[in-house]
């Protein structure tokens, strides 16, 4: 488990956890101090002593070994973890290098001692001097807090006021110290990840030169010592944009604390002065309180600062009222008291000013005040994942890759504030986006490049979303490189659309700008770097926040070195629940099923009106009508819909005769399944009767087309093949009054349909 991140916030409250984690920072510069100088009290000795070199080297060796270090956060990057073996790896070729044995070391005292030296002094001991002004300041603090709190309340009120005053500037310099102290103490620890290693390796890469026989292990090693340096390069990049970060928020938090506290939670925290009696004299011990409003649990713990730092036992107890304490009842300033429903008597309390006491007092009588409300400093609603915006992200990439994609630095240099403000307005403005010609020299790269970063910063959300930027970072702390790639590829398939496509557009764009790296000097990492706050900024800006930054650059480096796998193949848990539906519903129409073609005997053909063809046919009685249909598709829609279209004549139903043109010999079986798929619509029993009738028709008739088929087998007539087709239409409209209409639509393949309503549609057999 590394450091703990030290939030500024926690200066404010100075809680006993804050002090617990400010005390393991301090502890392990104290021990990085320590290491530092026995490193170099070795490194000396190792310079002057060349008969004892081999003694030398292996003591180095074995206190390079023997050190870990501590990262800030859960988590570390493959260069944070490359560059804390590194001293292992370092110990490993010193005991490889002692059975040869070398005569002299030269530049070991400039490349060595004197940059750890520097670091020692210029960096720990800066560290040390602001942890002795902040003791200075807390003891100072807390001495004039407690006179404050014991000034009696019947001292004049210009005295009050004065006195008042004075604690405030006491307090608000203490605060300013305290940030100081907490920013040098994170910045030494990051430092030291570069400052302390890049030394080490210079010395050994200076050895290497003088081991003649150390050449093959100079050479196994340099494969490592290429990684480590492009991980210290990337360290120290990270650190860069890490500090101006923190450096803003520090700021920020010095300009208005109470808007960038952090979330707690608890209900209301901070120190209170219990009034604790005894036999003849009551005394007021500081304690650390907190308040929840559901379970109304308060807990206390004795902590002063002063003492050391050394925390009490924890003391907790159910509320039942709290009453606020009138100023002519006690000597004391600040004080309200409370009840609890698991001990008797009351609890006096004093708090650290009138505002303090008012929070108290609003959190623990059940009225819900308003605690840290997050506000994002990005300006929203300038930009949109809309048709604009795509548009202009299409045109800004096209742009950069036809006129800048070999310029160096590209995307790291940034352009001109307010070229980039004008260029992404009028891009913007639906008025002014045809007007915009990047292609003029007017647009610099380093605008057009800003204006892109621009655009992503000021969307409402980040690309990535809040609400899946603690997976992606999660999936960046995986050990396994195969596993990062498949959870990222999962995370990138549940974003929405919009933010999926905008992301594909801009990965594939900085794919082609890494592809041009020899040129442009823009590596993958590097644009990692340049995009990862960007398209994973965090919604609450805190230093632990800031700490995944690292992450964020990995996330951004994944997406782009394997962006066509991601985007172009879908994961296999994206698609599981939704493949079930297409399976449900074949297995739905399988059940319901009509026979296969092969089992159906009656087509569907287009025939002429009686009118068109002038004949008249053989019927014992009026044919009823049957609908048409102008293509294939409006024929299956008008059998779901209930057969709404009606044709414009009539045709018997018992004649199997084709007078559409060029007969079709093609030999299909008849069967009895074609009377069974009828679906027949009368009106009264006189109807029923003549349908009855017309269906002793059409058996007949199939018997004799069963017959024709097995003549026309015998033969040896070539039967084609027919595959299995799908039923278009069943037969429409189920029994009701007043309908008169017998319909059996199926249609076979290469079947033409007419225009509609330009003839009926006839049913036929063929024999």
């Known amino acids: 488990m590394g450091l703990p991140a030290l939030e500024f916030s926690d200066c404010y409250l100075d809680s006993p956890q804050f002090r617990e984690r400010l005390k393991s920072h301090e502890l392990e510069l104290d021990k990085t101090n320590k290491f530092i100088k026995e490193l170099i009290k070795d490194g000396k000795a190792l310079v002057q002593a060349l008969k004892s070199l081999s003694t030398a080297k292996r003591k180095f060796a074995d206190s390079l070994n023997e050190f870990k270090f501590q990262c800030i956060g859960d988590a570390e990057t493959d260069d944070e973890i490359c560059i804390a073996k590194s001293l292992q790896e370092f110990a490993t070729v010193l005991q490889n290098l002692e059975d040869e044995r070398t005569r002299m070391i030269e530049n070991a005292n400039d490349v060595l001692i004197t940059p750890l030296e520097r670091f020692r002094k210029e960096q720990i001991s800066a560290a040390k001097e602001a942890r002795k002004k902040y003791d200075k300041e807390t003891e100072k603090y807390c001495a004039v807090l407690e006179k404050h709190l014991s000034l009696s309340a019947k001292k004049k009120e210009s005295h009050l006021h004065e006195a008042d005053n004075q604690v405030d500037n006491v307090r608000q310099h203490f605060y300013e110290v305290s940030l100081e102290y907490v920013f040098k103490v994170q910045e030494v620890q990051e430092r030291k990840m570069f400052d302390f290693v890049e030394p080490l390796l210079a010395f050994l890469q200076g050895l290497f030169t003088y081991y003649h026989h150390g050449y093959e292990l100079a050479k196994d090693f340099n494969h490592f010592k290429t990684d480590l340096t492009i991980s210290i390069q990337n360290t120290r990049n ?8 923190v450096e803003s928020l520090m700021r920020k938090m010095k300009e208005n604390p109470h808007e960038h506290k952090s979330v707690s ?85 004093q708090a650290l000013s009138e ?66 403000q004008k260029l992404l307005g009028l891009a913007m403005d639906p008025k002014t986006c045809a007007d915009v010609e990047l292609e003029n020299s007017e647009w610099e790269i380093k605008t057009i490049t800003s204006a892109i970063k621009h655009y992503l910063r000021v969307l409402p959300g980040p690309l990535m979303t809040y609400q899946y930027q603690r997976s992606f970072i999660k999936a960046a702390k995986l050990d396994n490189q195969e596993a990062r790639v498949t959870e990222v590829h999962a995370l990138v398939h549940r974003l929405p659309e919009k933010n999926r496509q905008m992301l594909e557009l801009l990965m594939k764009h900085l794919a082609t700008v890494a592809s041009h790296h020899h040129q442009n000097l823009m590596t993958i990492a590097n644009l990692g770097v340049v995009f990862g706050p960007t398209l994973l900024r965090p919604q609450e800006e805190t230093v632990a926040a800031i700490m995944d930054i690292k992450f964020q650059n990995i996330v951004v480096e994944i997406l782009i070195e394997h962006h066509e796998k991601i985007f172009r193949d879908v994961p296999a848990s994206a698609g599981g629940p939704t493949s079930l539906q297409p399976n ?184």
């Open 584 to 767: 449900q519903s074949r297995r739905r129409s399988t059940d319901s099923k009509a026979p296969s073609c092969s089992e159906r005997p009656l087509t569907l053909f287009h025939t002429p009106t009686h009118s068109q063809k002038g004949e008249k046919r053989n019927s014992a009685e009026p044919p009823p009508p049957v609908p048409s249909s102008a293509n294939c598709n409006s024929s299956s829609n008008s059998s779901s819909s209930g057969g709404s279209g009606q044709s414009q004549g009539r045709t018997p139903r018992h004649s199997l005769t084709s007078n559409d043109g060029e007969p079709d010999t093609r030999a299909i079986r008849p069967s009895s399944l074609w009377k069974s798929s009828l679906l027949i619509s009368c009106d009264g029993c006189a109807e029923r009767r003549e349908t009855r009738r017309e269906t002793k028709h059409i058996d007949r008739r199939a018997a004799e087309s069963e017959e024709s088929w097995q003549q026309t087998n015998q033969r040896d007539v070539p039967q084609p093949h027919l595959p299995t087709l799908p039923l278009l239409a069943h037969v429409l409209r189920p029994v009701q009054s007043g309908a008169d209409v017998l319909r059996l639509q199926r249609l076979l393949p290469r079947q033409h349909c007419g225009q509609e309503g330009s003839s009926p549609l006839r049913l036929q057999g063929r024999a």
């Open 238 to 245: 990270r650190f860069e944009s890490t500090r101006s970060e």
């Open 355 to 420: 505002e303090d006491r008012r929070l108290w007092m609003e959190a623990m009588d059940g009225r819900e005040p308003v605690y840290n409300l997050n506000r994002d400093n990005q300006a929203e609603g300038l930009a949109q994942l809309d048709v604009i915006g795509f548009n202009v992200m299409k045109k800004f990439i096209h742009a950069v890759e036809t006129r800048g994609i070999d310029d160096q630095g590209l995307y790291r240099i940034v352009g001109v504030s307010s070229r980039v």
């Open 265 to 349: 939670q608890h209900t209301m925290e901070g120190y209170l002065f219990v009034q604790e009696k005894r036999s003849f004299v009551s005394t007021w011990v500081k304690y650390y309180c907190t308040y929840h409003r559901e379970p109304k649990r308060v807990t206390m713990v004795l902590f002063d600062p002063k003492s050391g730092g050394k925390t009490g036992e924890e003391d907790s107890f159910t509320l039942k009222s709290c009453t606020r304490r009138k100023t002519d009842s006690i000597e004391k300033r600040f004080c309200f008291d409370v009840e609890a429903l698991d001990r008797t008597g009351v609890i006096t309390m």
